[in-house]
């Protein structure tokens, strides 16, 4: 499905060899950093994880497409590869997952990058609100939104679509179609099998892309970014994708589906296929790719490092950053929570 | 319906360099508004009906026509949407003063204002500040259709990151709301709707201080403690208490979230006797807060135990039985009946 009208400033044009192979770069680092993460937690040096296994192609390849000197992107807990992609702190991105500070512990505003957002499509409708205040200020900014099949079934997508088509707001709602909401495929949670059709009620062009393949989503969500910049409107992309891995380190796929499932749903690994193209244009060599994986290996290394030294925040920070003017309840309740921790 | 708007131009110049003015409460936060929206660049107002047609109860009445449609605008008709959107547009760097029609309509927006809203300062350590004014209509008293009067104070002043204040009077009601949509916190500014039509003096120059309760009426017998459109009736039941000898303390609570324990206190460490009066349900609704802080702070001097008068365990009923619900002035009599004849066992 492709219902954008092409935009004509040739923002499209296919990417460089050198973008190509920053392209695979990324997505070797994120990869590489998925499975360390799913690693740490089995060796107890974070709680928790949301892997993205899979889902590489989507989140480079959108991410890359973003302009962090204006627009700014509505993540669910679910974005590493767009977090790295962006440049935000790995290590600051990752404490969410060390427990150390729901949302994270990096500067949403500088990154832009809003802090990871655990309610399903909670942010969705936080981009709409953003985008139409690049309109009030005449700002070309555009908002991306990250949500899954499994939040297209909240009633906030809708309120977010219907309200960004008729304040024509400069959002991309990119849907990342992962075939799974934890347990539940899509054909039991998408009515229609496609949320990319459901744009066509609010008058919202729409793509839908082999979420696989890195270049294609690139070049997708270029064109829609460029339709956002001209004043279009919004513009939804569901990029088909498979969440290869659980959804949570908690989780137990084996209970919902079987290896052999996996395999047919899961198709040629997005990671694996961008190298076979890369390779077969003659823009990568080996050394290049053994090159990256290395690089991927230490960056890993580096932010685990990162992680470890990471300690606790103060506990007076639980009372410090409810309000921006804190009140005199908070203020007793932070005295006699200093107080009486002291004799423990 | 509306005598003095921002379109009314011969009623507001006589007191341009401020004075006292009389308006009813409906005016008071008309004005307060226009005056917001001319001070402060970044200040939005929107929700359903507020723009053209200036909302269902005028709240925003010529707002649009004067300040345009950028900033002040008619959204869809989707709470959730609306409040989401707020904490985008807070985001944005913008001061987002939304309307929720009603006070039941807030519901469907539960999740935006309770894990978004209230929390976005503390998930981003005080980098996305929320400085949202979510004006809602609220209490009871007008015949009004199911999910029309609603009070809701407990439920917000329960979620941390929510302040919550209720203005009871047209100068309460300006000076409230100009210091509310200048907070870089998120405020729930309940408005009491059965005294949008009500009039009284507004010293436009000179409200006092913003934050806290205020004792509207002095008092050493008995102290009522209420909020919002209660407060009048706690005004009624203090003058007809007067004519039997019975001075009445009435404190004006404003503040719901921060409550201010402090004035609490004071006035009933004089009085020695409580009695807090809602329209909201009994059960965990704020009077038993207001108690805890009065019974902490005044154990020792108080005659009697707080005494609570409030709407009953019962979804809000309709217009007929309204009047059985809301505590009345006998019911009010009766409860600082029992605090006064009150007999330690």
């Given at each position: 499905?492709?219902?954008?009208?092409?935009?004509?400033?040739?923002?499209?044009?296919?990417?460089?060899?050198?973008?190509?192979?920053?392209?695979?770069?990324?997505?070797?680092?994120?990869?590489?950093?998925?499975?360390?993460?799913?690693?740490w937690q089995?060796?107890?040096?974070?709680?928790?994880?949301?892997?993205?296994?899979?889902?590489?192609?989507?989140?480079?390849?959108?991410?890359?497409?973003?302009?962090?000197?204006?627009?700014?992107v509505?993540?669910?807990?679910?974005?590493?590869?767009?977090?790295r992609?962006?440049?935000?702190?790995?290590?600051?991105?990752?404490?969410?997952?060390?427990?150390?500070?729901?949302?994270?512990?990096?500067?949403?505003?500088?990154?832009?990058?809003?802090?990871?957002?655990?309610?399903?499509?909670?942010?969705v409708?936080?981009?709409?609100g953003?985008?139409h205040?690049?309109?009030?200020?005449?700002s070309?900014?555009?908002?991306?939104?990250?949500?899954?099949?499994?939040?297209?079934?909240?009633?906030?997508?809708?309120?977010?679509?219907?309200?960004?088509?008729?304040?024509?707001?400069?959002?991309?709602?990119?849907?990342?179609?992962?075939?799974?909401?934890?347990?539940?495929?899509?054909?039991?949670?998408?009515?229609?099998?496609?949320?990319?059709?459901?744009?066509?009620?609010?008058?919202?062009?729409?793509?839908?892309?082999?979420?696989?393949?890195?270049v294609?989503?690139?070049?997708?969500?270029?064109?829609?970014?460029?339709?956002?910049?001209?004043?279009?409107?919004?513009?939804?992309?569901?990029?088909?994708?498979?969440?290869?891995?659980?959804h949570?380190?908690?989780?137990?796929?084996?209970?919902?589906?079987?290896?052999?499932?996996?395999?047919?749903?899961?198709?040629?690994?997005?990671?694996?296929?961008?190298?076979?193209?890369?390779?077969?244009?003659?823009?990568?060599d080996?050394?290049?790719?053994?090159?990256?994986?290395a690089?991927?290996?230490?960056?890993?290394?580096?932010?685990?490092?990162?992680?470890?030294?990471?300690?606790?925040?103060?506990?007076?920070?639980?009372?410090?950053?409810?309000?921006?003017?804190?009140?005199?309840?908070?203020?007793?309740?932070?005295?006699s929570?200093?107080?009486?921790?002291?004799?423990? | 319906?509306?005598?003095?708007?921002?379109?009314?131009?011969?009623?507001?110049?006589?007191?341009?360099?401020?004075?006292?003015?009389?308006?009813?409460?409906?005016?008071?936060?008309?004005?307060?508004?226009d005056?917001?929206?001319?001070?402060?660049?970044?200040?939005?107002?929107f929700g359903?009906?507020?723009?053209?047609?200036g909302?269902?109860?005028?709240?925003?009445?010529?707002?649009?026509?004067k300040?345009?449609?950028?900033?002040?605008?008619?959204?869809?008709?989707?709470?959730?949407?609306?409040?989401?959107?707020?904490?985008?547009?807070?985001?944005?760097?913008?001061?987002?003063?939304?309307?929720?029609?009603?006070?039941?309509?807030?519901?469907?927006?539960?999740?935006q204002?309770?894990c978004?809203?209230?929390?976005?300062?503390?998930?981003s350590?005080?980098?996305?500040?929320?400085p949202?004014?979510l004006?809602?209509?609220?209490?009871?008293?007008?015949?009004?259709?199911?999910?029309?009067?609603?009070?809701l104070?407990?439920?917000?002043?329960?979620?941390?990151?929510?302040?919550?204040?209720?203005?009871?009077?047209?100068?309460?009601?300006?000076?409230?709301?100009?210091?509310?949509?200048?907070?870089?916190?998120?405020?729930?500014?309940?408005?009491?709707?059965?005294?949008?039509?009500?009039?009284?003096d507004?010293?436009?120059?000179?409200?006092?201080?913003?934050?806290?309760?205020?004792?509207?009426?002095?008092?050493?017998?008995?102290?009522?403690?209420?909020?919002g459109?209660?407060?009048?009736r706690?005004?009624?039941?203090?003058?007809?208490?007067?004519?039997?000898?019975i001075?009445?303390?009435?404190?004006?609570?404003?503040?719901?979230?921060?409550i201010?324990?402090?004035?609490l206190?004071?006035?009933?460490r004089?009085?020695?006797?409580?009695?807090?009066?809602?329209?909201?349900?009994?059960?965990?609704?704020?009077g038993?807060?207001?108690?805890?802080?009065?019974?902490?702070?005044?154990?020792?001097?108080?005659?009697?135990?707080?005494?609570?008068?409030?709407?009953?365990?019962?979804?809000?009923?309709?217009?007929?039985?309204?009047?059985?619900?809301?505590?009345?002035?006998?019911?009010?009599?009766?409860?600082?009946?029992?605090?006064?004849?009150y007999?330690?066992?």
């Amino acid at each position: 499905m492709d219902t954008l009208p092409l935009p004509d400033d040739g923002d499209t044009a296919r990417p460089t060899p050198e973008h190509l192979r920053e392209l695979y770069s990324l997505m070797a680092a994120v990869r590489h950093l998925d499975l360390s993460a799913v690693a740490w937690q089995r060796q107890g040096i974070i709680p928790g994880y949301a892997p993205e296994l899979g889902q590489e192609a989507a989140q480079v390849g959108s991410g890359y497409a973003v302009d962090t000197s204006r627009d700014f992107v509505f993540p669910t807990y679910r974005e590493m590869g767009v977090a790295r992609t962006m440049g935000v702190s790995m290590v600051e991105y990752m404490s969410t997952h060390k427990a150390t500070w729901h949302g994270g512990l990096y500067d949403p505003v500088k990154s832009r990058l809003a802090p990871i957002q655990a309610v399903v499509a909670g942010s969705v409708l936080h981009a709409v609100g953003w985008a139409h205040g690049q309109t009030l200020d005449g700002s070309d900014a555009v908002a991306m939104t990250y949500l899954g099949d499994g939040a297209s079934s909240q009633g906030d997508v809708h309120e977010a679509m219907n309200f960004a088509a008729v304040m024509k707001a400069p959002v991309v709602f990119f849907v990342q179609n992962n075939g799974w909401a934890i347990s539940v495929p899509t054909e039991r949670q998408v009515a229609g099998g496609s949320v990319a059709a459901r744009a066509a009620g609010y008058g919202i062009p729409a793509l839908q892309v082999d979420g696989n393949d890195v270049v294609a989503v690139l070049a997708a969500t270029r064109r829609a970014f460029a339709h956002c910049r001209s004043g279009n409107g919004p513009v939804v992309i569901e990029a088909m994708t498979y969440r290869r891995g659980p959804h949570s380190t908690s989780d137990d796929p084996g209970r919902y589906r079987s290896l052999d499932e996996e395999r047919d749903g899961a198709g040629e690994d997005p990671l694996h296929r961008f190298r076979q193209q890369l390779q077969a244009d003659g823009v990568a060599d080996e050394e290049f790719f053994a090159q990256a994986q290395a690089s991927a290996a230490a960056e890993a290394e580096k932010i685990r490092e990162g992680l470890e030294a990471l300690g606790p925040r103060p506990g007076n920070e639980m009372f410090g950053l409810v309000f921006q003017e804190t009140t005199p309840a908070l203020q007793s309740q932070a005295v006699s929570w200093r107080e009486e921790s002291e004799h423990v | 319906m509306s005598d003095t708007t921002v379109e009314d131009e011969a009623t507001m110049a006589g007191d341009q360099h401020g004075a006292t003015v009389t308006l009813s409460m409906q005016q008071a936060l008309n004005r307060a508004l226009d005056e917001v929206l001319a001070e402060n660049p970044r200040a939005v107002i929107f929700g359903e009906d507020c723009g053209r047609l200036g909302g269902v109860f005028r709240i925003t009445d010529g707002l649009q026509a004067k300040h345009g449609e950028n900033r002040v605008f008619d959204t869809p008709l989707a709470e959730s949407g609306i409040l989401g959107m707020s904490v985008g547009l807070a985001m944005a760097g913008f001061h987002p003063i939304p309307e929720v029609q009603f006070d039941g309509f807030a519901y469907p927006a539960i999740s935006q204002i309770v894990c978004q809203i209230a929390r976005m300062n503390y998930r981003s350590r005080g980098t996305l500040p929320m400085p949202i004014t979510l004006r809602v209509p609220s209490f009871g008293g007008i015949r009004a259709p199911e999910h029309h009067g609603e009070s809701l104070e407990a439920l917000f002043a329960h979620v941390p990151g929510l302040k919550v204040v209720s203005p009871s009077n047209p100068h309460e009601a300006y000076h409230l709301l100009k210091y509310a949509a200048t907070r870089p916190d998120p405020v729930i500014f309940m408005e009491p709707k059965s005294r949008y039509w009500h009039k009284g003096d507004v010293d436009t120059a000179d409200g006092g201080t913003p934050t806290g309760a205020k004792v509207l009426r002095e008092g050493r017998h008995l102290t009522l403690v209420a909020w919002g459109a209660m407060t009048a009736r706690c005004l009624q039941v203090a003058e007809l208490a007067a004519e039997d000898g019975i001075e009445v303390e009435v404190l004006d609570l404003r503040w719901l979230k921060p409550i201010d324990a402090e004035s609490l206190v004071t006035s009933v460490r004089k009085t020695r006797r409580a009695v807090v009066v809602h329209e909201a349900p009994l059960t965990s609704g704020l009077g038993a807060e207001v108690a805890q802080l009065i019974t902490r702070g005044c154990f020792d001097t108080l005659k009697a135990p707080v005494e609570r008068v409030t709407g009953f365990d019962v979804p809000y009923p309709s217009g007929d039985l309204e009047d059985e619900y809301i505590p009345n002035i006998d019911r009010i009599l009766f409860g600082f009946q029992r605090v006064l004849e009150y007999r330690r066992g």
